[in-house]
């Protein structure tokens, strides 16, 4: 059975033999998921409140069918969606930053692999194969930080369109 220390073990061997970007990609992860903990915990906890806030001002609002209503409306609706869309296209590019930072990572640790290459030649294949793996780390760290952004970036989205169509909805315009 692997126990906590085991698994601590394994993140700081792999932190290192990754090098730098690794460590970038550890940082960005930490953003990234804080900030869907943030986007999640406000679609739980806020949004409904908001949502309802805006349905409360449009009923109370005698005039429903005059241009300048429709327009009200239309603000109300753009204003629901920017914040409900919050940090929404920070946490996208972090995930599309998130694979770039794993190809850069690769490239400098096959820059590495040509240095030894240069120095000690072709022979010494156990120094290439080491560089290799080390080179591989960072595009592995930065596809498994982007895959486990992808399904939230898509709840995000289906809840932002969900909302803002169910509002939308709800301010009936005649």
């Known amino acids: 059975m692997v126990g906590p220390l085991d698994l601590f073990a394994d993140v700081r061997d792999l932190l290192e033999l990754g090098g730098p970007v690794v460590r970038i990609l550890l940082g960005a992860a930490f953003i990234l998921w804080v900030l869907i903990m943030e986007r999640w915990l ?8 908001m ?31 920017r914040e409900i869309r919050g940090y929404l ?14 190809l850069l990572g690769t ?38 930080v982007s895959i486990s952004g992808l399904y939230p970036i898509l709840w995000l989205e289906k809840k932002l369109a969900t909302e803002t169509s169910k509002l939308n909805d709800h301010m009936i315009t005649h």
Not at 89 to 102: D, H, N, P, Q, Y
Request: aromatic share 6%; net charge positive.
């Open 42 to 49: 406000y679609c739980r906890r806020e949004l409904p409140r």
């Open 51 to 81: 949502i309802g806030r805006i349905q409360s001002e449009w009923d109370a609002r005698s005039d429903h069918s005059s241009w300048y209503a429709r327009q009200v409306k239309r603000k109300l609706v753009s204003e629901a969606t």
């Open 107 to 144: 490239v400098t640790g096959m820059i590495q692999v040509f240095d030894v290459m240069a120095t000690l030649g072709t022979g010494n294949a156990r120094a290439m194969a080491s560089g290799v793996s080390a080179a591989t780390i960072p595009t592995m760290a930065g596809m498994v």
């Open 89 to 102: 296209g920070l946490i996208k590019a972090l995930v599309a930053l998130a694979s770039l930072l794993g």
